[in-house]
């Protein structure tokens, strides 16, 4: 069971080029968003989805893109980067359930993707 | 004036002290409360999980829900130097599509 997997760890980018960072989870989370941790920020809501062709803005979703055509997959896009987008972006996953349950509901995080604009 | 308030530290303990950590809130329908660990470098990890109001043990942590005060505290027993982390609160509505929201993390630092 991997969880929440993300690729690249790192990347460095020139002003103005685009990429993508993939976000791949096992557990049939319904719910999976993007974030950004920035010092003295924390952690920003970017983009989120509840289920496969259901996306929405988060706090901070201008410079990206989402789409959800899987349960599993979740790639967030920077179409021309920006050195304002430098951060460590995360992908987190969750059930959707009613129940109370230790465990239920609680995001999932994968390890992280450095992004450097230059 | 943040949903979420968090002192961001650090704070820097002796090991074997006791830690206390908090996070203030202003939204009354939060009833979900959490917290996460995150080493340098790393993804947060879930630490604890409380569902509405009261106290939950783990271990050597104790979560603390006090929603008549709107805060919630972690306390850490005995501190290790490998408790050297950045802990953040999180908390969201209930509901299943309710985004969650996070404290900005307090630097941690247990001295051996």
């Known amino acids: 069971n991997a969880g929440v997997t993300q690729t690249p760890k790192f990347q460095v980018l020139k002003t103005g080029q685009s990429m993508t960072l993939q976000c791949a989870q096992d557990?049939?989370?319904?719910?999976m968003s993007w974030y950004r941790q920035d010092p003295g920020m924390g952690l920003r809501l970017i983009h989120y989805s509840v289920g496969a062709g259901i996306t929405d803005q988060g706090e901070v979703p201008n410079g990206y893109n989402v789409s959800r055509s899987t349960t599993e997959d979740f790639p967030l896009r920077l179409l021309s980067a920006a050195p304002s987008q430098t951060s460590v972006y995360f992908c987190?996953?969750?059930?959707?359930?009613?129940?109370?349950?230790?465990?239920?509901?609680?995001?999932?995080f994968g390890a992280g993707s450095r992004l450097t604009v230059l | 004036q943040k949903e979420v308030e968090q002192d961001p530290g650090p704070l820097s303990v002796p090991e074997g002290a006791i830690v206390s950590l908090n996070c203030t809130y202003s939204?009354?329908?939060?009833?979900?409360f959490m917290w996460y660990r995150q080493y340098s470098r790393k993804g947060p990890e879930l630490l604890m999980y409380?569902?509405?109001?009261g106290n939950k043990e783990d271990g050597r942590f104790t979560a603390q829900v006090d929603k008549s005060s709107k805060y919630i505290s972690l306390f850490i027993r005995d501190s290790q130097p490998s408790d050297s982390a950045t802990y953040l609160c999180?908390?969201?509505?209930?509901?299943?599509?309710?985004?969650?929201?996070f404290g900005i993390g307090t630097k941690l630092q247990v001295i051996p």
């Open positions: 939204n009354s329908a939060f009833q979900y």
């Open positions: 987190a996953s969750r059930s959707i359930s009613q129940g109370q349950g230790d465990g239920a509901n609680v995001l999932t």
């Open positions: 999180a908390m969201r509505n209930s509901g299943g599509y309710q985004k969650v929201t």
């Open positions: 409380t569902y509405s109001s």
């Open positions: 557990m049939n989370h319904e719910y």
